[in-house]
């Protein structure tokens, strides 16, 4: 019993780790659970909770704090920068030099008492869609 509960789970992991892989989406937990829950009809939205915080600690994803909405998740992959949409609340992949960032943390590390290993930059304003409706206001 106990082996086929830990099966289902880690089955349940590789889909929500599969899910995150195939979309640029930056999805809440609740989106994840919504595509997954006819799959797993015993899934609830606190076993994709507890997942994804396991995936993060096992650093295969990475979660970008929503601030004052809900978290968003995506596959570790290539690092670059988000812009996040202040209209719609989307979070665009930017592909940006990130010598500037590994500048800045070197500085850091050389005039600071503190030790960086890694940074993030976040840009926040308008998407390209949001930006376009703009225009023609
Ligand atoms: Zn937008
Ligand atoms: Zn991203």
Known sequence: MAAS???RTSRQRQRILELLHSTAE????????DRLKDEFPRLSLGNVYRNLHILVEQGLIE?????STFDRYEAVGNPHCHLVCE???????????????????????ETEPHHATRARLEFFGLCANCARGKAGY
């Open 63 to 67: 979660r970008i704090e929503g601030g």
């Open 87 to 109: 209209r719609c609340g989307a979070i665009v992949d930017l592909q940006l030099p990130l010598e500037a960032i590994d500048h800045l943390t070197r500085k850091l590390n």
């Open 5 to 7: 509960n830990k099966l």
């Open 26 to 33: 930056h999805p809440t937990a609740a989106w994840i659970y």
